[in-house]
């Protein structure tokens, strides 16, 4: 369909809604509040013709930079419904990495979050060549009122006494599937970062792959919890939006266990590091018990397992499993459902490799982890498990609408509507990236299974290869060792070395607690990390993750810090992608003792 576009599949449900329920939640204090689905339309519709009467012409590029919350949503649709592409900022970006986004994109206007985004924006509005207006979400923000800064709510009233009606209705009219929806810039890993032009076709690519394979619908509950400015919860959210579902919007990262006890979500996007940590969480509490408790907790997860199993693919179930199947769910299965609230049916996962293991203890507990594939450059899915055909260890099947083959060299290459129209002002970067006939190139390393599954085993630019000529993937040997509760970041370090080493953030609450347990003294986490009996404990622990690895992917030597890495540091992405090189200058003194002798 021609003009099929997210602008008018929004107003399509504010339509069917409007009588109906909450869209949206966000918390103030401890207090949720909701906006209905009316108020919804009504406040993108102000903020569109706001922006009309700012003069803001078709085609042009306007940012947000802001963390999760209603108005990101809202202003989102605002901005594609004047026939505009919404170009991504994330929250936690300094001064000095958005201003690059604005100067590259030429945005004329940008919508920020709280004080820390508008005081950014501030250090570089006045010598910015195209920046014009600045939009302030959070009445709480001090700001300097002018005609060109201003509070969303001056906004919406500017757009509430334009008279614009029937010029956003002919805009809206104007949008076709090809247009810009939006800019998304890639983490950047190596690099600087590059603007993925990704048209309103791209993200219905998702939402038709997804509508058909999963179970959801306007009783449907989202957690948004990543980043809105990430392509993996935007294209998320335009899938739940296009089914009347209702959005809780997770403000605060570190609330997250208690955000699941007070909405009981049924859906959430996540990465493999929260998955890993809830893991090891419980892990770390069975440790601690009985060795009854240890074994009713395996016999609980292995039923679990085997009744699940059997419900999927359609078998007969013996009356012996149902039965104990129903005394593993009252003494352990509903224990792990309850601390995510309860009603969780599926998560969705992506980003990096996550574990068969962690995989399966949830799926014995009733929740389907649904890991699939992709990058920022295809919208962002390329694959998927779903419910009713899935292979845990895998990333699952190309989803319908793209193709994806295997280069000779092992590089995944995909193609179709979901891939991205270049990287804005880019073409040789884009031309880079691409194959002649138009497929594009991953960077990724994969492979498929006897039966069409797709399993990658590592980055391109990332495998180590040794001194002694073995290829290592190093996210196969972190996602192992960030199972373990007392580990809080890894990186593998080891290309064109003899063997490889480590860098070990702690995850110090778990070892303070441990310490304290054991009698060692310390003060600071820096204490904790030289403490000899400390790097015993760790040793043991890589040890034992390490047992069935090959020689050559066995960690010899490590260093714990006393200091997490950082997205200030430019050490990871705002989703918890390790930048390799920069960490790697960063820590070079510590790395070059590792090798020493």
Same mark, same amino acid.
């Given at each position: 369909?021609?003009?099929?576009?997210?602008?008018?599949?929004?107003?399509?449900?504010?339509?069917?809604?409007?009588?109906?329920?909450?869209?949206?939640?966000?918390?103030?204090?401890?207090?949720?509040?909701?906006?209905?689905?009316?108020?919804?339309?009504?406040?993108?519709?102000?903020?569109?013709?706001?922006?009309? @009467?700012?003069?803001?012409?078709?085609?042009?590029?306007?940012?947000?930079?802001?963390?999760?919350?209603?108005?990101?949503?809202?202003?989102?649709?605002?901005?594609?419904?004047?026939?505009?592409?919404?170009?991504?900022?994330?929250?936690?970006?300094?001064?000095?990495?958005?201003?690059?986004?604005?100067?590259?994109?030429?945005?004329?206007?940008?919508?920020?979050?709280?004080?820390?985004?508008?005081?950014?924006?501030?250090?570089?509005?006045?010598?910015?060549?195209?920046?014009?207006?600045?939009?302030?979400?959070?009445?709480?923000?001090?700001?300097?009122?002018?005609?060109?800064?201003?509070?969303?709510?001056?906004?919406?009233?500017?757009?509430? $006494?334009?008279?614009?009606?029937?010029?956003?209705?002919?805009?809206?009219?104007?949008?076709?599937?090809?247009?810009?929806?939006?800019?998304?810039?890639?983490?950047?890993?190596?690099?600087?970062?590059?603007?993925?032009?990704?048209?309103?076709?791209?993200?219905?690519?998702?939402?038709?792959?997804?509508?058909?394979?999963?179970?959801?619908?306007?009783?449907?509950?989202?957690?948004?919890?990543?980043?809105?400015?990430?392509?993996?919860?935007?294209?998320?959210?335009?899938?739940?939006?296009?089914?009347?579902?209702?959005?809780?919007?997770?403000?605060?990262?570190?609330?997250?266990?208690?955000?699941?006890?007070?909405? $009981?979500?049924?859906?959430?996007?996540?990465?493999?590091?929260?998955?890993?940590?809830?893991?090891?969480?419980?892990?770390?509490?069975?440790?601690?018990?009985?060795?009854?408790?240890?074994?009713?907790?395996?016999?609980?997860?292995?039923?679990?397992?085997?009744?699940?199993?059997?419900?999927?693919?359609?078998?007969?179930?013996?009356?012996?499993?149902?039965?104990?199947?129903?005394?593993?769910?009252?003494?352990?299965?509903?224990?792990?459902?309850?601390?995510?609230?309860?009603?969780?049916?599926?998560?969705?996962?992506?980003?990096?490799?996550?574990?068969? @293991?962690?995989?399966?203890?949830?799926?014995?507990?009733?929740?389907?982890?649904?890991?699939?594939?992709?990058?920022?450059?295809?919208?962002?899915?390329?694959?998927?498990?779903?419910?009713?055909?899935?292979?845990?260890?895998?990333?699952?099947?190309?989803?319908?609408?793209?193709?994806?083959?295997?280069?000779?060299?092992?590089?995944?290459?995909?193609?179709?509507?979901?891939?991205?129209?270049?990287?804005?002002?880019?073409?040789?970067?884009?031309?880079?990236?691409?194959?002649?006939?138009?497929?594009?190139?991953?960077?990724?390393?994969? @492979?498929?299974?006897?039966?069409?599954?797709?399993?990658?085993?590592? $980055?391109?630019?990332?495998?180590?290869?040794?001194?002694?000529?073995?290829?290592?993937?190093?996210?196969?040997?972190?996602?192992?060792?960030?199972?373990?509760?007392?580990?809080?970041?890894?990186?593998?370090?080891?290309?064109?070395?003899?063997?490889?080493?480590?860098?070990?953030?702690?995850?110090?609450?778990?070892?303070?607690?441990?310490?304290?347990?054991?009698?060692?003294?310390?003060?600071?986490?820096?204490?904790?990390?030289?403490?000899?009996?400390?790097?015993?404990?760790?040793?043991?622990?890589?040890?034992?993750?390490?047992?069935?690895?090959?020689?050559?992917?066995?960690?010899?030597?490590?260093?714990?810090?006393?200091?997490?890495?950082?997205?200030?540091?430019? @050490?990871?992405?705002?989703?918890?992608?390790?930048?390799?090189?920069?960490?790697?200058?960063?820590?070079?003194?510590?790395?070059?003792?590792?090798?020493?002798?």
């Amino acid at each position: 369909m021609q003009n099929r576009n997210l602008a008018s599949m929004i107003r399509a449900q504010v339509e069917k809604y409007s009588d109906r329920k909450e869209a949206l939640y966000h918390k103030e204090g401890d207090e949720w509040k909701g906006i209905s689905w009316r108020e919804f339309g009504n406040r993108i519709d102000n903020a569109a013709k706001g922006l009309l @009467e700012l003069g803001i012409k078709e085609h042009e590029f306007l940012g947000i930079y802001s963390g999760n919350r209603p108005e990101w949503t809202i202003c989102d649709y605002a901005i594609m419904s004047i026939r505009c592409s919404t170009v991504t900022i994330y929250a936690t970006n300094i001064s000095e990495q958005a201003e690059y986004i604005v100067d590259d994109a030429k945005i004329r206007v940008i919508f920020v979050d709280d004080q820390f985004q508008y005081d950014n924006v501030m250090e570089f509005f006045n010598r910015s060549e195209t920046l014009q207006y600045v939009i302030v979400f959070s009445r709480s923000v001090n700001i300097e009122k002018s005609d060109k800064v201003m509070y969303l709510d001056d906004l919406y009233e500017l757009g509430k $006494r334009s008279g614009r009606e029937e010029q956003l209705q002919q805009r809206m009219n104007s949008i076709t599937s090809d247009d810009i929806a939006a800019i998304i810039y890639t983490s950047g890993t190596t690099g600087d970062p590059k603007g993925a032009m990704l048209a309103h076709k791209s993200f219905f690519v998702e939402i038709d792959a997804l509508d058909p394979a999963f179970p959801m619908g306007d009783e449907d509950i989202e957690l948004v919890f990543l980043p809105l400015s990430h392509v993996y919860e935007k294209g998320s959210c335009h899938w739940i939006h296009s089914k009347g579902a209702t959005q809780y919007f997770c403000h605060d990262t570190d609330k997250i266990v208690e955000y699941f006890q007070e909405i $009981r979500p049924t859906y959430m996007v996540g990465v493999p590091r929260l998955y890993e940590k809830m893991y090891a969480a419980v892990y770390a509490n069975i440790e601690k018990s009985s060795g009854f408790k240890k074994k009713v907790f395996k016999w609980g997860l292995e039923t679990g397992k085997k009744y699940r199993y059997a419900e999927i693919r359609g078998e007969r179930i013996p009356a012996t499993l149902k039965i104990k199947h129903s005394i593993a769910h009252k003494m352990v299965l509903q224990n792990i459902r309850a601390l995510l609230g309860g009603r969780l049916n599926f998560f969705s996962a992506g980003g990096a490799p996550l574990a068969k @293991e962690i995989e399966e203890f949830f799926f014995a507990a009733n929740i389907f982890i649904a890991q699939g594939y992709g990058l920022t450059e295809t919208c962002p899915m390329g694959t998927y498990n779903c419910p009713k055909d899935f292979r845990f260890g895998t990333v699952g099947k190309p989803i319908p609408g793209n193709h994806i083959k295997i280069a000779p060299d092992g590089e995944i290459l995909i193609k179709g509507d979901n891939v991205m129209q270049g990287y804005w002002g880019k073409p040789e970067a884009t031309a880079e990236v691409m194959t002649e006939d138009g497929y594009f190139m991953t960077g990724d390393i994969g @492979e498929y299974d006897e039966d069409g599954f797709l399993r990658i085993t590592d $980055r391109k630019k990332d495998i180590i290869i040794t001194a002694n000529g073995k290829n290592v993937a190093p996210q196969k040997i972190e996602s192992r060792m960030g199972q373990d509760y007392y580990v809080e970041q890894i990186v593998i370090i080891g290309d064109k070395q003899k063997y490889l080493t480590a860098l070990l953030v702690p995850s110090f609450p778990a070892l303070e607690e441990y310490a304290q347990e054991n009698g060692i003294k310390y003060e600071t986490h820096e204490d904790l990390t030289k403490n000899p009996e400390i790097m015993k404990f760790y040793r043991e622990r890589i040890d034992r993750q390490s047992q069935d690895l090959a020689p050559f992917e066995q960690i010899q030597k490590f260093s714990l810090l006393a200091n997490p890495l950082t997205v200030e540091r430019n @050490e990871i992405t705002p989703t918890l992608k390790v930048k390799r090189r920069v960490i790697a200058e960063n820590y070079k003194d510590i790395i070059t003792q590792m090798y020493a002798g």
